[in-house]
């Protein structure tokens, strides 16, 4: 059984005290946080595990093997630095850090110490998105041209992260992961409206080698509550709305295709109109898959899909879009 702490009991964290508690090949030995009173409302569905609001108390236990991170970005490195250096396996949210040095320190800890860093990519453990990387992969969508990813709402609004910073990662990790590369350059556009200094809403274009593109708009100060990805590919076109309850993927048999022999202008281009396909998905809530996914990595020793090589990728990108956004726009290189 490995014995896990998760540090940061909050909105988010507490959805990781949940799943911890209840993956199987787990303990939930500790549960750590600085406000006393949410720290103790846990004690009556968790009487075993130690509450305590010091990381210290956690990082210096023996014997807990497994730290979680949920805490405010701006602590995600000095937090999953001690642990590491604790000799701990690691899991902290995104985004990883919010430098790339700090990102390549905690990287190259884990990977000298031979611990697991596991970064909370949600996304990738996430069905329908195994269902998208199995369609490219399979070309059913064709050649690959571009996507672009929507994730808005009115609030939360943070003041220690832009929507950059907070939002995009989940995109951006997808992006990577679907694409199966990272992308060469950012040219990103943000604007503060309600706070001086930090973004509320920003428009970033990736560049990727072979010429595809992928767009990402995310912001917190949007009338709209979107989580939507969408991917035009020279066979088939797919869309995944997560907002909707049952069919959250549909394939779109739809394409256009250019006529190199072709007498007429009306010729040059064929549009192709055709059915909408709605796969079956078995669902699983992702973060249970995700918790699941990081017990299974200490305890059997495999290979963590969200590793520490993957968000040290994804904080390059977001690294690169915040200089553009700072130049005006310019592309950057990541």
Same mark, same amino acid.
């Given at each position: 059984?490995?014995?896990?702490?998760v540090v940061?009991?909050g909105s988010w +964290?507490?959805?990781?005290?949940r799943n911890?508690?209840?993956?199987?090949?787990?303990v939930?030995?500790?549960i750590?946080?600085?406000?006393?009173?949410r720290l103790?409302?846990f $004690?009556g569905?968790y @009487?075993?595990a130690k509450?305590?609001?010091d990381?210290?108390?956690?990082?210096?236990?023996?014997s807990?093997?497994a730290v979680?991170?949920?805490?405010d970005?701006? &602590?995600h490195f000095?937090h999953?630095?001690?642990a590491?250096s604790?000799?701990?396996h690691?899991y902290?949210?995104?985004?990883?850090?919010?430098?790339?040095?700090?990102?390549?320190?905690? $990287?190259?800890?884990?990977e000298g110490?031979?611990?697991?860093?596991m970064?909370?990519?949600l996304? &990738? #453990?996430? @069905?329908a998105v195994?269902?998208?990387?199995? *369609? =490219?992969?399979s070309?059913d969508?064709?050649?690959? !041209?571009?996507?672009?990813?929507? /994730?808005?709402n &009115?609030?939360?609004?943070?003041s220690?992260?832009n929507?950059w910073w907070?939002?995009?990662p989940h995109d %951006?990790?997808? =992006?990577? #992961? *679907?694409?199966g590369?990272a992308p060469?350059?950012v040219?990103?556009?943000?604007q503060? #409206?309600?706070q001086e200094? %930090?973004?509320?809403?920003?428009?970033?274009t990736? !560049?990727?080698?072979?010429g /595809?593109?992928?767009?990402v708009?995310?912001?917190w *100060?949007? @009338?709209?509550?979107?989580?939507?990805?969408t991917i035009?590919?020279?066979?088939k076109?797919?869309?995944?709305?997560?907002m909707?309850?049952?069919e959250k993927? /549909? =394939?779109?048999d739809k +394409?256009?295709?250019?006529?190199?022999?072709?007498?007429? #202008?009306?010729e040059a281009?064929?549009?192709?109109q055709g059915?909408?396909?709605?796969p079956? &998905?078995?669902?699983?809530?992702p973060?249970?898959?995700?918790?699941?996914?990081?017990i299974?990595?200490i305890?059997?020793? *495999?290979p963590?899909r969200?590793d520490g /090589?993957n968000g040290?990728a994804?904080?390059?990108v977001?690294?690169a879009?915040?200089?553009?956004?700072?130049a005006g726009?310019? @592309?950057q290189?990541?």
């Amino acid at each position: 059984m490995v014995r896990v702490a998760v540090v940061g009991a909050g909105s988010w +964290g507490k959805n990781l005290v949940r799943n911890f508690a209840s993956s199987k090949g787990a303990v939930l030995a500790a549960i750590c946080d600085k406000d006393d009173k949410r720290l103790h409302s846990f $004690e009556g569905a968790y @009487p075993h595990a130690k509450l305590c609001t010091d990381v210290s108390d956690v990082t210096g236990d023996d014997s807990i093997e497994a730290v979680v991170i949920a805490t405010d970005a701006p &602590l995600h490195f000095e937090h999953a630095k001690a642990a590491l250096s604790a000799g701990k396996h690691v899991y902290v949210e995104k985004p990883m850090c919010q430098s790339v040095a700090e990102a390549e320190k905690l $990287e190259q800890l884990a990977e000298g110490k031979g611990l697991k860093l596991m970064v909370g990519h949600l996304l &990738l #453990y996430h @069905p329908a998105v195994d269902k998208l990387k199995s *369609l =490219i992969d399979s070309g059913d969508l064709g050649d690959i !041209y571009y996507m672009y990813t929507q /994730r808005l709402n &009115l609030g939360v609004v943070r003041s220690n992260e832009n929507a950059w910073w907070s939002l995009a990662p989940h995109d %951006i990790s997808v =992006i990577n #992961y *679907l694409f199966g590369a990272a992308p060469e350059k950012v040219s990103a556009q943000g604007q503060c #409206y309600l706070q001086e200094g %930090i973004e509320d809403v920003v428009f970033a274009t990736l !560049y990727f080698a072979d010429g /595809r593109l992928a767009q990402v708009h995310t912001s917190w *100060l949007d @009338p709209h509550k979107m989580r939507r990805m969408t991917i035009v590919g020279s066979s088939k076109m797919v869309t995944f709305d997560d907002m909707e309850t049952a069919e959250k993927v /549909r =394939i779109y048999d739809k +394409g256009a295709t250019a006529n190199l022999n072709y007498s007429s #202008y009306g010729e040059a281009i064929t549009l192709r109109q055709g059915d909408v396909h709605i796969p079956k &998905l078995d669902m699983t809530e992702p973060l249970r898959i995700e918790c699941q996914h990081f017990i299974d990595c200490i305890s059997k020793d *495999l290979p963590v899909r969200s590793d520490g /090589r993957n968000g040290l990728a994804a904080v390059r990108v977001l690294a690169a879009g915040e200089r553009s956004i700072k130049a005006g726009g310019k @592309p950057q290189e990541v």
